[in-house]
Protein backbone atom coordinates (compact mmCIF):
# COMPACT_ATOMS: atom_id res chain seq x y z
CA UNK A 1 0.00 0.00 0.00
CA UNK A 2 2.82 2.31 1.37
CA UNK A 3 5.12 1.47 -2.01
CA UNK A 4 1.74 2.08 -4.17
CA UNK A 5 0.80 5.57 -2.50
CA UNK A 6 4.59 6.60 -2.92
CA UNK A 7 4.61 5.69 -6.68
CA UNK A 8 1.28 7.51 -7.14
CA UNK A 9 0.23 4.02 -8.44
CA UNK A 10 -3.92 3.79 -8.14
CA UNK A 11 -4.51 0.13 -7.68
CA UNK A 12 -8.05 -1.67 -6.96
CA UNK A 13 -8.25 -4.42 -3.92
CA UNK A 14 -7.50 -7.17 -6.42
CA UNK A 15 -4.07 -5.91 -7.55
CA UNK A 16 -2.93 -5.20 -4.17
CA UNK A 17 -3.57 -8.39 -3.70
CA UNK A 18 -1.61 -9.99 -6.75
CA UNK A 19 1.55 -7.40 -6.68
CA UNK A 20 1.64 -8.34 -2.85
CA UNK A 21 2.66 -11.36 -3.30
CA UNK A 22 4.26 -10.87 -6.57
CA UNK A 23 6.83 -8.24 -4.66
CA UNK A 24 6.87 -10.54 -1.56
CA UNK A 25 7.94 -13.56 -4.18
CA UNK A 26 10.88 -11.08 -5.30
CA UNK A 27 11.44 -10.15 -1.27
CA UNK A 28 12.29 -13.85 -0.86
CA UNK A 29 14.32 -14.35 -3.94
CA UNK A 30 16.61 -11.05 -2.41
CA UNK A 31 16.82 -12.89 0.98
CA UNK A 32 18.26 -16.17 -0.40
CA UNK A 33 20.91 -13.78 -2.30
CA UNK A 34 21.59 -12.09 1.12
CA UNK A 35 22.11 -15.86 2.51
CA UNK A 36 25.09 -16.08 0.52
CA UNK A 37 28.71 -15.13 1.26
CA UNK A 38 29.25 -12.58 -1.22
CA UNK A 39 32.71 -10.68 0.56
CA UNK A 40 34.64 -11.38 -2.07
CA UNK A 41 32.38 -10.51 -5.13
CA UNK A 42 33.00 -6.53 -6.14
CA UNK A 43 29.45 -5.27 -6.43
CA UNK A 44 28.05 -4.22 -10.21
CA UNK A 45 26.97 -1.01 -10.29
CA UNK A 46 26.79 -1.10 -13.90
CA UNK A 47 26.23 -4.29 -16.77
CA UNK A 48 28.46 -2.51 -18.98
CA UNK A 49 32.43 -1.62 -18.58
CA UNK A 50 31.91 1.68 -18.96
CA UNK A 51 33.18 4.63 -16.76
CA UNK A 52 33.60 8.47 -17.36
CA UNK A 53 31.55 8.98 -20.03
CA UNK A 54 31.38 12.95 -20.25
CA UNK A 55 30.41 15.96 -22.64
CA UNK A 56 32.07 18.66 -23.13
CA UNK A 57 30.65 22.14 -21.18
CA UNK A 58 29.68 23.59 -24.53
CA UNK A 59 26.02 25.14 -24.61
CA UNK A 60 23.90 23.24 -27.57
CA UNK A 61 20.16 25.22 -28.55
CA UNK A 62 17.40 22.91 -26.79
CA UNK A 63 13.88 22.96 -27.40
CA UNK A 64 11.36 26.22 -28.06
CA UNK A 65 9.57 27.27 -25.23
CA UNK A 66 6.46 27.94 -27.08
CA UNK A 67 6.07 24.55 -29.47
CA UNK A 68 6.81 22.78 -25.80
CA UNK A 69 4.59 24.87 -23.70
CA UNK A 70 1.77 24.78 -26.16
CA UNK A 71 2.24 20.99 -25.87
CA UNK A 72 1.46 21.50 -21.44
CA UNK A 73 -1.88 20.76 -19.91
CA UNK A 74 -1.77 24.32 -19.15
CA UNK A 75 0.37 27.29 -19.31
CA UNK A 76 0.92 30.90 -18.18
CA UNK A 77 2.91 33.66 -18.38
CA UNK A 78 5.64 31.41 -20.36
CA UNK A 79 5.70 29.30 -17.47
CA UNK A 80 3.86 25.70 -16.75
CA UNK A 81 0.59 25.31 -14.63
CA UNK A 82 0.15 23.20 -12.35
CA UNK A 83 -2.57 22.84 -9.60
CA UNK A 84 -1.03 24.06 -5.89
CA UNK A 85 1.47 21.97 -4.33
CA UNK A 86 0.66 21.70 -1.01
CA UNK A 87 -1.88 19.33 -2.30
CA UNK A 88 -0.11 17.20 -3.52
CA UNK A 89 2.08 16.07 -0.48
CA UNK A 90 1.94 12.50 0.94
CA UNK B 1 33.06 18.76 33.24
CA UNK B 2 32.01 15.59 35.50
CA UNK B 3 33.31 11.90 35.18
CA UNK B 4 29.92 10.41 34.82
CA UNK B 5 29.41 12.62 31.76
CA UNK B 6 28.25 10.69 28.75
CA UNK B 7 30.23 9.66 25.77
CA UNK B 8 28.42 11.55 23.32
CA UNK B 9 29.61 9.97 19.60
CA UNK B 10 29.08 12.67 17.78
CA UNK B 11 30.17 15.35 20.07
CA UNK B 12 33.68 15.51 18.00
CA UNK B 13 35.62 15.66 21.39
CA UNK B 14 34.61 19.24 21.40
CA UNK B 15 34.83 20.96 25.18
CA UNK B 16 31.47 22.63 26.01
CA UNK B 17 31.95 26.21 26.33
CA UNK B 18 29.98 27.87 29.30
CA UNK B 19 30.32 31.62 26.90
CA UNK B 20 28.40 29.20 24.03
CA UNK B 21 25.28 27.88 26.26
CA UNK B 22 21.76 29.19 26.14
CA UNK B 23 20.05 29.10 29.01
CA UNK B 24 22.36 25.98 29.96
CA UNK B 25 21.56 24.34 27.14
CA UNK B 26 24.12 23.47 24.09
CA UNK B 27 23.60 24.00 20.49
CA UNK B 28 24.33 21.43 17.97
CA UNK B 29 24.43 22.97 13.89
CA UNK B 30 25.26 20.91 10.96
CA UNK B 31 24.94 22.51 7.90
CA UNK B 32 24.10 21.47 4.34
CA UNK B 33 25.05 23.96 1.56
CA UNK B 34 23.98 23.76 -2.02
CA UNK B 35 25.99 25.71 -4.33
CA UNK B 36 25.24 25.91 -8.09
CA UNK B 37 28.00 25.41 -10.24
CA UNK B 38 29.68 28.17 -12.67
CA UNK B 39 29.50 25.87 -15.85
CA UNK B 40 28.22 27.32 -18.94
CA UNK B 41 26.01 24.40 -19.72
CA UNK B 42 23.72 21.86 -17.06
CA UNK B 43 24.68 18.62 -15.10
CA UNK B 44 23.61 16.26 -17.80
CA UNK B 45 22.50 18.28 -21.12
CA UNK B 46 23.82 20.89 -22.88
CA UNK B 47 21.07 24.03 -22.04
CA UNK B 48 22.92 27.28 -20.73
CA UNK B 49 22.84 27.33 -16.92
CA UNK B 50 21.87 31.17 -16.45
CA UNK B 51 20.44 33.16 -14.09
CA UNK B 52 18.09 35.57 -14.29
CA UNK B 53 16.80 34.95 -18.34
CA UNK B 54 13.07 34.53 -19.44
CA UNK B 55 11.46 31.65 -18.05
CA UNK B 56 11.85 28.01 -20.15
CA UNK B 57 14.02 29.08 -22.44
CA UNK B 58 17.00 26.81 -21.52
CA UNK B 59 15.57 23.41 -21.86
CA UNK B 60 15.47 20.74 -23.74
CA UNK B 61 14.44 17.16 -23.52
CA UNK B 62 16.74 15.67 -20.40
CA UNK B 63 15.58 19.13 -18.30
CA UNK B 64 12.21 18.17 -19.07
CA UNK B 65 12.60 14.42 -18.47
CA UNK B 66 10.95 13.80 -21.84
CA UNK B 67 10.54 9.89 -22.85
CA UNK B 68 13.57 8.10 -23.99
CA UNK B 69 15.66 11.23 -23.25
CA UNK B 70 19.97 10.30 -21.77
CA UNK B 71 21.83 12.28 -19.52
CA UNK B 72 25.47 12.44 -20.29
CA UNK B 73 27.68 14.00 -17.80
CA UNK B 74 29.20 17.36 -17.46
CA UNK B 75 32.91 17.09 -17.33
CA UNK B 76 33.56 20.05 -16.27
CA UNK B 77 31.43 20.07 -13.48
CA UNK B 78 32.86 17.31 -12.22
CA UNK B 79 36.23 19.22 -12.30
CA UNK B 80 34.63 21.91 -10.36
CA UNK B 81 33.44 19.51 -7.64
CA UNK B 82 36.76 17.87 -7.49
CA UNK B 83 38.14 21.63 -6.95
CA UNK B 84 35.16 21.88 -4.22
CA UNK B 85 36.48 18.85 -2.35
CA UNK B 86 40.39 19.04 -2.57
CA UNK B 87 39.80 22.74 -1.31
CA UNK B 88 38.04 21.34 1.57
CA UNK B 89 40.73 18.75 2.04
CA UNK B 90 37.96 15.83 0.77
CA UNK B 91 39.60 12.39 -0.43
CA UNK B 92 38.02 12.25 -3.86
CA UNK B 93 36.83 8.70 -4.46
CA UNK B 94 34.70 6.59 -7.31
CA UNK B 95 31.30 7.43 -7.34
CA UNK B 96 27.69 6.50 -8.64
CA UNK B 97 25.12 8.14 -9.45
CA UNK B 98 21.44 7.29 -7.70
CA UNK B 99 17.65 8.19 -8.41
CA UNK B 100 15.60 9.63 -5.47
CA UNK B 101 12.37 9.35 -6.09
CA UNK B 102 9.42 11.61 -5.13
CA UNK B 103 6.91 13.49 -7.10
CA UNK B 104 6.84 17.49 -7.21
CA UNK B 105 6.01 19.57 -10.19
CA UNK B 106 9.32 21.45 -10.36
CA UNK B 107 11.62 17.89 -11.30
CA UNK B 108 9.15 16.61 -14.35
CA UNK B 109 10.95 13.10 -13.89
CA UNK B 110 9.84 11.82 -10.45
CA UNK B 111 13.42 11.71 -9.35
CA UNK B 112 16.39 13.63 -8.63
CA UNK B 113 19.72 12.73 -9.81
CA UNK B 114 21.68 12.64 -6.83
CA UNK B 115 25.07 10.83 -5.39
CA UNK B 116 24.36 8.62 -2.57
CA UNK B 117 26.25 5.60 -0.86
CA UNK B 118 29.17 6.94 -3.01
CA UNK B 119 29.59 10.78 -3.20
CA UNK B 120 32.84 11.61 -5.27
CA UNK B 121 34.31 14.26 -2.13
CA UNK B 122 34.27 12.27 1.63
CA UNK B 123 35.87 13.29 4.92
CA UNK B 124 37.24 16.81 4.67
CA UNK B 125 37.35 19.38 6.90
CA UNK B 126 36.68 23.65 6.94
CA UNK B 127 39.12 25.40 9.56
CA UNK B 128 37.14 28.73 10.76
CA UNK B 129 38.95 32.15 11.28
CA UNK B 130 40.01 31.40 15.44
CA UNK B 131 41.57 28.02 14.20
CA UNK B 132 38.16 25.85 15.30
CA UNK B 133 37.62 22.61 12.70
CA UNK B 134 34.30 21.80 11.40
CA UNK B 135 34.58 17.99 9.79
CA UNK B 136 32.93 18.01 6.29
CA UNK B 137 30.90 14.35 6.13
CA UNK B 138 30.61 14.77 1.72
CA UNK B 139 30.53 16.94 -0.82
CA UNK B 140 28.52 15.28 -3.83
CA UNK B 141 27.49 16.10 -7.41
CA UNK B 142 23.31 16.10 -8.25
CA UNK B 143 21.02 18.20 -10.24
CA UNK B 144 18.88 21.39 -9.09
CA UNK B 145 15.19 21.67 -9.77
CA UNK B 146 12.83 24.00 -11.53
CA UNK B 147 11.60 26.89 -9.67
CA UNK B 148 7.98 27.29 -8.51
CA UNK B 149 6.26 30.56 -8.29
CA UNK B 150 2.96 30.17 -5.82
CA UNK B 151 0.09 32.21 -7.15
CA UNK B 152 -3.29 33.28 -5.81
CA UNK B 153 -1.90 33.19 -2.05
CA UNK B 154 -1.15 35.71 0.19
CA UNK B 155 2.39 37.28 -0.75
CA UNK B 156 3.71 34.76 -2.60
CA UNK B 157 3.49 32.25 -0.04
CA UNK B 158 2.68 28.27 -0.89
CA UNK B 159 -0.13 28.18 1.82
CA UNK B 160 -3.23 29.13 0.22
CA UNK B 161 -1.86 29.44 -3.07
CA UNK B 162 -4.56 28.72 -5.89
CA UNK B 163 -2.08 27.20 -8.23
CA UNK B 164 1.96 27.29 -8.95
CA UNK B 165 3.55 28.06 -12.04
CA UNK B 166 7.34 26.63 -13.02
CA UNK B 167 10.01 27.63 -14.84
CA UNK B 168 12.45 25.05 -15.43
CA UNK B 169 15.52 27.04 -16.67
CA UNK B 170 17.16 25.92 -13.29
CA UNK B 171 16.53 22.37 -13.82
CA UNK B 172 19.13 20.16 -14.21
CA UNK B 173 21.64 23.07 -13.28
CA UNK B 174 24.83 21.38 -11.38
CA UNK B 175 24.99 21.64 -7.71
CA UNK B 176 27.18 20.23 -5.35
CA UNK B 177 26.12 19.70 -1.57
CA UNK B 178 28.55 20.52 1.19
CA UNK B 179 27.57 18.38 4.40
CA UNK B 180 29.06 19.36 7.77
CA UNK B 181 29.60 17.03 10.87
CA UNK B 182 27.24 18.44 13.80
CA UNK B 183 30.68 20.37 14.50
CA UNK B 184 29.48 24.06 15.18
CA UNK B 185 28.29 25.45 18.59
CA UNK B 186 26.52 28.49 18.26
CA UNK B 187 24.32 30.38 15.55
CA UNK B 188 27.76 32.76 15.25
CA UNK B 189 29.91 29.83 14.24
CA UNK B 190 26.97 28.80 11.42
CA UNK B 191 27.72 32.47 10.37
CA UNK B 192 31.51 31.65 9.79
CA UNK B 193 31.25 28.59 8.48
CA UNK B 194 29.12 29.83 5.70
CA UNK B 195 31.31 32.76 5.34
CA UNK B 196 34.12 31.06 4.64
CA UNK B 197 32.78 28.26 2.76
CA UNK B 198 31.75 31.39 0.70
CA UNK B 199 35.31 32.63 0.42
CA UNK B 200 36.49 29.12 -0.57
CA UNK B 201 34.10 28.85 -3.51
CA UNK B 202 35.23 32.05 -4.75
CA UNK B 203 38.66 31.36 -5.05
CA UNK B 204 38.59 28.37 -6.76
CA UNK B 205 35.97 29.32 -9.30
CA UNK B 206 33.43 26.94 -8.17
CA UNK B 207 30.52 29.10 -8.15
CA UNK B 208 29.60 32.69 -7.87
CA UNK B 209 27.95 31.69 -4.52
CA UNK B 210 25.33 34.58 -4.33
CA UNK B 211 22.77 33.92 -1.83
CA UNK B 212 20.39 36.34 -2.44
CA UNK B 213 20.30 34.67 -6.18
CA UNK B 214 19.99 31.36 -4.68
CA UNK B 215 23.53 29.93 -6.16
CA UNK B 216 24.43 29.30 -2.61
CA UNK B 217 21.47 28.06 -0.49
CA UNK B 218 21.88 26.83 3.28
CA UNK B 219 19.51 23.92 5.19
CA UNK B 220 20.67 24.20 8.85
CA UNK B 221 20.49 21.12 11.12
CA UNK B 222 19.68 22.28 14.85
CA UNK B 223 19.50 20.53 18.39
CA UNK B 224 19.76 21.13 21.79
CA UNK B 225 20.76 18.92 24.59
CA UNK B 226 22.21 20.05 28.07
CA UNK B 227 26.15 19.25 28.21
CA UNK B 228 27.01 16.19 28.73
CA UNK B 229 23.62 14.25 27.33
CA UNK B 230 23.61 12.66 23.86
CA UNK B 231 22.67 14.77 21.18
CA UNK B 232 18.92 16.35 21.06
CA UNK B 233 16.44 15.67 18.22
CA UNK B 234 17.18 17.66 15.27
CA UNK B 235 15.00 20.12 12.77
CA UNK B 236 16.65 20.53 9.47
CA UNK B 237 15.24 24.56 8.74
CA UNK B 238 15.14 25.14 4.99
CA UNK B 239 15.00 29.10 3.02
CA UNK B 240 17.75 30.74 4.90
CA UNK B 241 18.45 32.81 2.31
CA UNK B 242 21.34 35.14 3.97
CA UNK B 243 24.28 34.78 6.32
CA UNK B 244 22.10 37.01 8.31
CA UNK B 245 19.16 35.03 8.12
CA UNK B 246 21.21 32.26 8.58
CA UNK B 247 21.75 33.41 12.21
CA UNK B 248 18.48 34.83 13.30
CA UNK B 249 17.07 31.18 11.87
CA UNK B 250 19.40 29.09 14.55
CA UNK B 251 18.87 30.84 17.29
CA UNK B 252 15.35 31.40 16.63
CA UNK B 253 15.30 27.71 16.25
CA UNK B 254 17.05 26.40 19.21
CA UNK B 255 15.00 29.06 21.23
CA UNK B 256 12.08 27.19 20.37
CA UNK B 257 13.06 23.88 20.85
CA UNK B 258 14.47 24.77 24.59
CA UNK B 259 10.81 26.29 25.39
CA UNK B 260 9.22 23.27 24.08
CA UNK B 261 11.43 20.77 26.01
CA UNK B 262 11.17 23.16 29.33
CA UNK B 263 7.58 22.74 28.91
CA UNK B 264 7.89 19.49 28.89
CA UNK B 265 7.05 19.07 25.27
CA UNK B 266 9.23 16.58 22.43
CA UNK B 267 11.00 18.07 19.57
CA UNK B 268 10.45 16.29 16.59
CA UNK B 269 12.43 15.57 13.99
CA UNK B 270 10.74 17.54 10.83
CA UNK B 271 11.71 19.80 7.91
CA UNK B 272 10.86 23.67 9.02
CA UNK B 273 10.49 26.58 6.90
CA UNK B 274 12.08 29.91 7.90
CA UNK B 275 10.04 33.00 7.83
CA UNK B 276 12.33 35.90 6.87
CA UNK B 277 9.36 38.35 7.32
CA UNK B 278 8.24 37.13 10.60
CA UNK B 279 11.23 35.92 12.08
CA UNK B 280 10.03 32.23 12.90
CA UNK B 281 10.20 28.75 11.39
CA UNK B 282 7.07 26.52 10.66
CA UNK B 283 6.72 23.15 9.85
CA UNK B 284 7.22 22.37 6.54
CA UNK B 285 6.70 18.60 6.83
CA UNK B 286 8.06 15.08 9.02
CA UNK B 287 10.86 14.15 7.84
CA UNK B 288 10.89 11.44 4.97
CA UNK B 289 12.67 8.08 5.71
CA UNK B 290 15.63 7.46 3.40
CA UNK B 291 13.40 4.57 2.50
CA UNK B 292 10.53 6.74 0.54
CA UNK B 293 12.66 8.29 -1.60
CA UNK B 294 13.40 4.25 -2.92
CA UNK B 295 17.09 5.13 -4.09
CA UNK B 296 18.50 3.12 -6.68
CA UNK B 297 21.56 3.61 -8.82
CA UNK B 298 20.60 5.77 -12.49
CA UNK B 299 20.99 2.50 -14.56
CA UNK B 300 21.52 5.41 -17.54
CA UNK B 301 24.99 6.43 -15.73
CA UNK B 302 28.13 5.30 -15.85
CA UNK B 303 30.41 5.15 -12.66
CA UNK B 304 32.67 8.31 -12.10
CA UNK B 305 36.09 7.35 -11.25
CA UNK B 306 38.74 10.80 -12.28
CA UNK B 307 42.23 9.30 -12.60
CA UNK B 308 45.06 9.94 -9.88
CA UNK B 309 46.80 12.21 -12.97
CA UNK B 310 42.97 14.30 -13.20
CA UNK B 311 42.97 15.04 -9.81
CA UNK B 312 46.57 16.02 -9.11
CA UNK B 313 46.54 18.41 -11.93
CA UNK B 314 43.19 20.10 -10.50
CA UNK B 315 44.84 19.96 -6.83
CA UNK B 316 48.04 21.35 -8.48
CA UNK B 317 45.78 23.79 -10.27
CA UNK B 318 43.66 25.47 -6.77
CA UNK B 319 45.02 28.91 -5.68
CA UNK B 320 45.98 29.85 -2.66
CA UNK B 321 43.24 29.82 -0.73
CA UNK B 322 41.55 32.37 2.61
CA UNK B 323 42.99 31.04 5.35
CA UNK B 324 46.80 30.56 3.91
CA UNK B 325 46.12 33.98 2.81
CA UNK B 326 45.05 35.38 6.09
CA UNK B 327 47.84 33.10 7.93
CA UNK B 328 50.71 34.56 5.34
CA UNK B 329 48.88 38.52 5.90
CA UNK B 330 49.11 37.90 9.53
CA UNK B 331 52.07 36.99 9.93
CA UNK B 332 54.31 39.57 7.51
CA UNK B 333 52.05 42.53 9.14
CA UNK B 334 52.63 41.31 12.75
CA UNK B 335 48.85 40.67 13.16
CA UNK B 336 46.58 38.17 14.09
CA UNK B 337 44.94 35.80 11.26
CA UNK B 338 41.98 36.15 12.60
CA UNK B 339 41.77 40.17 12.98
CA UNK B 340 39.50 42.30 11.27
CA UNK B 341 42.13 44.00 9.30
CA UNK B 342 43.56 41.11 8.18
CA UNK B 343 39.84 39.42 7.61
CA UNK B 344 38.57 42.28 5.56
CA UNK B 345 41.91 42.95 3.45
CA UNK B 346 41.95 39.35 2.51
CA UNK B 347 38.29 39.32 1.68
CA UNK B 348 38.45 42.31 -0.56
CA UNK B 349 41.63 40.35 -2.79
CA UNK B 350 43.85 42.81 -1.43
CA UNK B 351 46.32 40.66 0.63
CA UNK B 352 48.70 40.63 -2.69
CA UNK B 353 48.71 44.85 -2.40
CA UNK B 354 49.45 44.88 0.94
CA UNK B 355 52.68 42.62 0.47
CA UNK B 356 53.37 44.85 -2.63
CA UNK B 357 53.60 47.31 -0.70
CA UNK B 358 56.41 45.51 1.56
CA UNK B 359 58.67 44.45 -1.35
CA UNK B 360 58.94 47.91 -2.17
CA UNK B 361 60.45 49.11 0.70
CA UNK B 362 57.01 50.20 2.48
CA UNK B 363 55.90 49.40 5.96
CA UNK B 364 53.46 46.46 5.77
CA UNK B 365 51.89 47.29 8.97
CA UNK B 366 51.07 50.58 8.18
CA UNK B 367 49.88 49.52 4.53
CA UNK B 368 47.72 47.12 6.55
CA UNK B 369 45.71 49.76 8.27
CA UNK B 370 45.82 52.05 5.30
CA UNK B 371 44.37 49.52 3.31
CA UNK B 372 42.03 48.46 5.36
CA UNK B 373 40.37 52.11 6.19
CA UNK B 374 40.70 53.32 2.82
CA UNK B 375 40.64 51.04 0.22
CA UNK B 376 36.87 49.93 0.62
CA UNK B 377 35.93 50.84 -2.87
CA UNK B 378 38.81 49.13 -4.26
CA UNK B 379 39.06 45.90 -5.88
CA UNK B 380 41.57 43.67 -5.77
CA UNK B 381 43.84 45.64 -8.14
CA UNK B 382 43.44 49.07 -5.89
CA UNK B 383 44.23 52.19 -8.56
CA UNK B 384 46.55 53.61 -6.46
CA UNK B 385 50.58 52.02 -7.40
CA UNK B 386 51.56 50.20 -4.14
CA UNK B 387 54.70 52.40 -4.63
CA UNK B 388 52.59 55.55 -3.69
CA UNK B 389 51.42 53.54 -0.83
CA UNK B 390 55.23 52.35 -0.31
CA UNK B 391 55.91 55.95 -0.08
CA UNK B 392 53.65 57.14 2.06
CA UNK B 393 54.41 54.74 5.03
CA UNK B 394 58.16 54.64 5.16
CA UNK B 395 57.43 58.53 5.81
CA UNK B 396 55.21 57.55 8.50
CA UNK B 397 57.18 55.29 10.15
CA UNK B 398 60.47 58.10 9.65
CA UNK B 399 58.25 60.25 11.34
CA UNK B 400 57.85 62.67 8.67
CA UNK B 401 54.21 62.45 8.71
CA UNK B 402 51.93 61.76 12.10
CA UNK B 403 49.26 58.98 11.83
CA UNK B 404 46.53 61.34 11.27
CA UNK B 405 48.61 63.53 8.79
CA UNK B 406 48.86 60.08 6.80
CA UNK B 407 45.58 59.47 6.53
CA UNK B 408 44.66 63.04 5.14
CA UNK B 409 47.58 62.74 2.28
CA UNK B 410 46.34 59.32 1.41
CA UNK B 411 42.58 60.25 1.24
CA UNK B 412 43.92 62.52 -1.40
CA UNK B 413 46.30 59.92 -3.08
CA UNK B 414 42.72 57.83 -3.27
CA UNK B 415 40.81 59.93 -5.06
CA UNK B 416 43.13 61.06 -7.54
CA UNK B 417 43.71 57.12 -8.05
CA UNK B 418 47.79 57.50 -6.91
CA UNK B 419 49.82 60.82 -6.37
CA UNK B 420 53.46 61.27 -4.88
CA UNK B 421 52.80 61.64 -1.08
CA UNK B 422 55.84 63.37 -0.42
CA UNK B 423 54.06 66.38 -2.54
CA UNK B 424 50.91 66.32 -1.59
CA UNK B 425 52.65 66.70 2.05
CA UNK B 426 54.23 70.06 1.39
CA UNK B 427 51.40 71.04 -0.46
CA UNK B 428 49.09 70.31 2.80
CA UNK B 429 51.80 72.38 4.92
CA UNK B 430 52.34 68.84 6.39
CA UNK B 431 56.37 69.56 7.16
CA UNK B 432 56.43 67.18 10.07
CA UNK B 433 57.92 68.70 13.27
CA UNK B 434 61.95 68.08 13.68
CA UNK B 435 63.03 67.26 16.99
CA UNK B 436 64.36 70.39 18.54
CA UNK B 437 60.54 72.34 17.96
CA UNK B 438 59.06 68.94 19.31
CA UNK B 439 60.81 69.30 22.36
CA UNK B 440 60.24 72.86 22.61
CA UNK B 441 57.06 71.70 22.90
CA UNK B 442 57.29 69.07 25.05
CA UNK B 443 58.81 71.47 27.41
CA UNK B 444 56.35 73.97 27.48
CA UNK B 445 53.76 71.22 27.95
CA UNK B 446 55.37 70.14 30.93
CA UNK B 447 55.38 74.13 31.83
CA UNK B 448 51.86 74.41 31.72
CA UNK B 449 50.82 71.53 33.71
CA UNK B 450 53.01 71.25 36.37
CA UNK B 451 50.67 69.39 38.05
CA UNK B 452 50.21 66.49 35.34
CA UNK B 453 53.76 66.61 35.11
CA UNK B 454 54.03 65.83 38.68
CA UNK B 455 51.82 63.29 38.83
CA UNK B 456 53.43 61.61 35.51
CA UNK B 457 56.86 61.86 37.43
CA UNK B 458 54.93 60.01 40.31
CA UNK B 459 54.18 56.63 37.92
CA UNK B 460 50.69 57.85 37.29
CA UNK B 461 50.28 56.55 34.14
CA UNK B 462 47.10 58.63 33.14
CA UNK B 463 48.60 61.87 33.75
CA UNK B 464 50.69 61.16 30.38
CA UNK B 465 47.37 61.50 28.69
CA UNK B 466 46.78 65.56 29.56
CA UNK B 467 50.73 66.25 28.26
CA UNK B 468 50.25 64.12 25.11
CA UNK B 469 47.35 66.08 24.47
CA UNK B 470 48.74 69.24 25.39
CA UNK B 471 51.50 68.96 22.70
CA UNK B 472 48.94 67.30 20.05
CA UNK B 473 47.09 70.82 20.48
CA UNK B 474 50.07 73.46 20.37
CA UNK B 475 51.16 71.43 17.93
CA UNK B 476 47.99 71.52 15.71
CA UNK B 477 48.11 67.68 15.46
CA UNK B 478 51.05 67.58 13.53
CA UNK B 479 53.77 65.91 16.40
CA UNK B 480 53.57 62.26 16.89
CA UNK B 481 52.07 60.98 19.54
CA UNK B 482 54.56 58.08 20.03
CA UNK B 483 57.61 60.39 19.76
CA UNK B 484 56.19 62.74 22.37
CA UNK B 485 55.52 59.67 24.42
CA UNK B 486 59.41 58.41 24.12
CA UNK B 487 60.37 61.96 24.81
CA UNK B 488 58.43 62.63 27.78
CA UNK B 489 59.77 59.14 29.25
CA UNK B 490 63.08 60.38 28.10
CA UNK B 491 62.68 63.74 29.88
CA UNK B 492 61.39 61.93 33.18
CA UNK B 493 64.60 59.55 33.59
Given at each position: M???K??R ?6 E ?7 L ?18 V ?6 P ?6 E?V ?6 R ?19 I????L | M ?10 N?R????DN ?14 V??A????L???S ?13 P ?18 L??RIG ?8 P?T ?13 A????Q ?5 N ?7 P ?8 R?H ?8 T ?7 R??G????L ?8 P ?5 S???M ?13 R ?15 G ?6 N???H???T ?13 V ?18 E???T????T ?7 G ?12 D ?11 L??S?E ?19 L?AA ?17 Q ?8 H ?6 RA??H ?8 G ?20 KL ?9 AD ?19 A?D????E ?14 S??Q??E??A ?6 AVM ?11 V???L?A?K?
Amino acid sequence: MKVAKLARLDLDPDEIDRTTSQLAGMLEHFADMDALDLTDVVPMTQPYPLRNVFREDVVVEGLLRDEVLAEAPAAEDHRFRVPPILGLDL
Amino acid sequence: MSDNRLVNPLDNGRPTLVDNLIDGWELVVGLEVHVELATATKLFSASANRFGDEPNIHIDPVTLGLPGALPVLNRHAVELAMRIGLALDCTVQPSTFHRKNYFYPDMPKAYQISQYDQPINIDGHLDLPNGQRIGIERAHLEEDTGKSTHVGGPSGRIHGSSHSLIDFNRAGVPLVEIVSRPDMRTAEEARQYVTELRGILLAVGASDAKMEEGSMRCDVNVSVHKPGTMFGTRCEIKNVNSVRSLGRATEYEARRQIAMIEAGETVRQETRHWDENDGRTYTLRTKEDADDYRYFLEPDLVPLDPSPEWIQAVREALPMLPGARRTRLGAATGTAPDSEAVMVVVERGQDDYVLAVGHLGGDVARALVHVKEAYADQGAEPSVAAQDLALLTRMEVGGKLTATQAKAVLADIVEAGGGDAQAIAVAKGFEALDTSSLEALVDQAIAENADAWSKFQAGEGKALGALVGAVMKSSQGKADGKLVTALLNAKKG
